[in-house]
């Protein structure tokens, strides 16, 4: 059974910093696709950052690019998201999510995903 848990979020102010933590069992992260998607109130969920199992290849979006960095660790079989000079707007519950084809990351239809977390950053 697969199982996938954040953990990492709560509160911070403008210009902080979290690293959300997704740690799998039931499936090896340097094998599948992997992601951290987000979903604010009244907003769709967006993929925020991918991380491809062929060279460990990443991908973020234009809205976190150079303040979030996806990483993982093999070793303890957990995914990261690093994330620096956090904005109001990025306020959101993150989730993380994993499928064994990245098209379905990019698609936002992967098999297997989290509880979710809350991040909240206040001005």
């Known amino acids: 059974q697969v199982q996938l848990v954040e953990s990492g979020g709560g509160l911070v102010q403008a210009g902080g910093s979290l690293r959300l933590s997704c740690a799998a069992s039931g499936l090896t992260v340097s094998s599948y696709a992997m992601g951290w998607f987000r979903q604010a109130p009244g907003k769709e969920r967006e993929l925020v950052a991918r991380?491809?199992?062929?060279?460990?290849?990443?991908y973020s979006a234009d809205s976190v690019k150079g303040r979030f960095t996806i990483s993982r660790d093999n070793a303890k079989n957990t995914m990261y998201l690093q994330m620096n000079s956090l904005k109001p707007e990025d306020t959101a519950v993150y989730y993380c999510?994993?499928?064994?084809?990245?098209?379905?990351?990019?698609?936002?239809?992967?098999?297997?995903w989290g509880q979710g977390i809350q991040v909240t950053v206040s001005s």
């Open positions: 999510a994993a499928d064994s084809r990245l098209g379905r990351i990019v698609a936002g239809t992967a098999d297997y």
């Open positions: 991380i491809h199992w062929i060279g460990g290849i990443t």
